[in-house]
């Protein structure tokens, strides 16, 4: 199929397509199908997105930090965590490394403790962050030197969680992918199915339509355009009221988690608009496809 | 034109015709007559391309029949005329639009439609019933817009098939005078009818030829008609 012939296909000629009946139940069918399918995709779609950036940022902010953790006697944390620092601040591949304060820490332990957490009067382990830089961290060797020079301290790469942190957006990412797949396969069933039904309801004008001396193409033609078009505005509803509904979620906050981060950021709001084309097209297919077969099996 | 040789025709275990041959020369007119379920249908469709021959060998233009892919025998349609018994009309469209069906699926522009159609309708009475459907009809009415469908696109043959079947006297004797007309235009016809009151009203207008279908074969008429 050319160019040429899909435009054929799909530019409007009003007496052309007054050749099928313009009402009947696969009328509404593809249009509530095509709305419904859209409105999943929508949400799909926004799952993805917004897996897909939780990745990103788990595993970017998280690839170039680690943490090492002094756990000491009281009496020896002070001097453990100023070695600890030295040491970091002569390995190559060290941006920074600064010790968290006081309030840091209780800030990282209110949510589970409260914020009155009398830190002072508790053995709670001195945490320094380090952020990488070039030409990268040789963990391995500043554990050796960190187990012989600093003997509380305890380095944590965040590699042990952050992987599968990251593989489970990732795989989240992939679910919502995989979910407009089974979208699309399913709305192009289910235009084919009606596609079918309304070329076997209309057998009888296909008939008259060959007695006077009608090609396959132009009777293809006019039950492609008429589902084509259908499920381009009941996707095109869909989408709408998809959105909506996205809009509606609660914005993304720390309380809330990941699941009120769904929604579309940026250029990601414009990508809707591409459902119901896809719509569209899924339906041309299903339908020609479906036209074709029909037409060869009522020669 | 459309040439017939030793064409048989079987319909599950039953011969309907049997090693039949038919030749229908440009501007010649026909009748073809026999009685209820001797074939006449069967043969018309033969000759349009309904309905292909189980052995023998079908021609229409030079080409033949049996070899035609769809694209081509819609085009051979668009060179032969039918005007079915039951008219075969969209219910859901108007006179007008079922009609210009043809100029319709020929791709022809809207402009000569719309003259064409107008002329066409006024020339077999319907044109002032552009806007009626099929259903809102009269018999007479739907067999004058089925040959106007028939001839719109000034196609070389016109077959009709008992376009007398449902129509009073009058109503028979003036389609009939339109079927001669189209003949005197150099249009081959070909009527199948078992009416032969009408063949014989068609003698004084028409140099006709008639032929009969009898025992799954065709023979042409003699003068008992």
């Known amino acids: 199929m050319n160019k040429g012939t899909i435009r054929s296909m799909l530019v409007r000629d009003k007496r052309a397509d007054r050749v099928v009946p313009p009402s009947g139940y696969t009328a509404q069918l593809t249009l509530f199908v095509s709305g419904a399918m859209a409105f999943l995709a929508v949400f799909a779609l926004a799952l993805s997105l917004a897996s897909g950036r939780l990745a990103d940022r788990w595993a970017s902010e998280l690839a170039g930090a680690a943490t090492l953790r002094i756990n000491a006697p009281a009496e020896q944390l002070s001097a453990q965590t100023e070695a600890a620092l030295t040491v970091l601040t002569q390995t190559p591949g060290v941006a920074s490394a600064r010790a968290l304060t006081a309030e840091e820490q209780v800030a990282l332990l209110s949510p589970w403790f409260g914020p009155d957490l009398p830190l002072d009067t508790l053995p709670i382990p001195q945490l320094i962050e380090i952020i990488e830089g070039e030409p990268g961290l040789d963990t391995a060797g500043l554990r050796l030197r960190l187990g012989a020079e600093v003997p509380g301290a305890v380095l944590d790469d965040h590699s042990r969680w952050r992987e599968p942190l990251v593989e489970a957006a990732n795989s989240l990412r992939r679910l919502g992918w995989v979910s407009i797949l089974l979208i699309g396969g399913a709305t192009a069933a289910m235009i084919t199915l009606a596609a079918n039904a309304s070329l076997a309801a209309n057998a009888q004008i296909i008939e008259v339509l060959r007695l006077v001396g009608a090609r396959d193409r132009f009777i293809a033609s006019a039950f492609v355009r008429r589902f084509t078009y259908r499920a381009f505005f009941g996707a095109l509803v869909g989408v709408l009221f998809g959105m909506t509904g996205v809009l509606l979620l609660p914005e993304a906050s720390v309380e809330g988690g990941f699941l009120t981060g769904l929604g579309f950021q940026g250029v990601g709001w414009l990508l809707p608009a591409l459902i119901p084309l896809l719509g569209a097209a899924v339906a041309f297919l299903a339908t020609w496809t479906a036209a074709v077969r029909k037409l060869k099996e009522l020669s | ?225």
């Open chain 2, 1 to 225: 034109m459309i040439e017939l040789e030793n064409v048989s025709y079987t319909y599950g275990d039953g011969e309907l015709l049997s090693d039949v041959s038919l030749q229908l020369r440009p501007g010649s007119f026909h009748f073809l007559t026999g009685p209820s379920g001797a074939g006449k249908t069967t043969l018309l469709k033969l000759c349009y391309g309904a309905l292909l021959a189980t052995s023998g060998r079908m021609t229409a233009f030079g080409q033949d029949i049996a070899r035609l892919d769809r694209d081509q025998m819609a085009l051979l349609r668009r060179r032969i005329g039918v005007v079915h018994q039951d008219c075969r009309f969209l219910d859901h469209m108007t006179l007008a639009e079922n009609v210009a069906l043809p100029l319709m699926v020929s791709g022809k522009g809207e402009n000569a439609q719309k003259e064409d159609l107008l002329e066409l309708l006024n020339w077999v009475g319907l044109g002032t019933r552009l806007d009626a459907l099929p259903p809102e009809l009269s018999g007479g009415e739907r067999q004058r817009a089925a040959l106007a469908r028939a001839v719109i696109l000034s196609p070389d043959v016109v077959l009709a098939d008992e376009p007398t079947g449902n129509v009073d006297w009058e109503m028979s004797q003036r389609l009939l005078r339109l079927l001669v007309e189209l003949n005197k235009m150099g249009k081959t016809v070909l009527i199948a009818t078992h009416d032969l009151s009408l063949i014989r009203a068609a003698k004084s207008q028409v140099q006709a030829r008639v032929l009969r279908i009898s025992q799954r074969q065709i023979q042409l008429a003699g003068a008992d008609l």
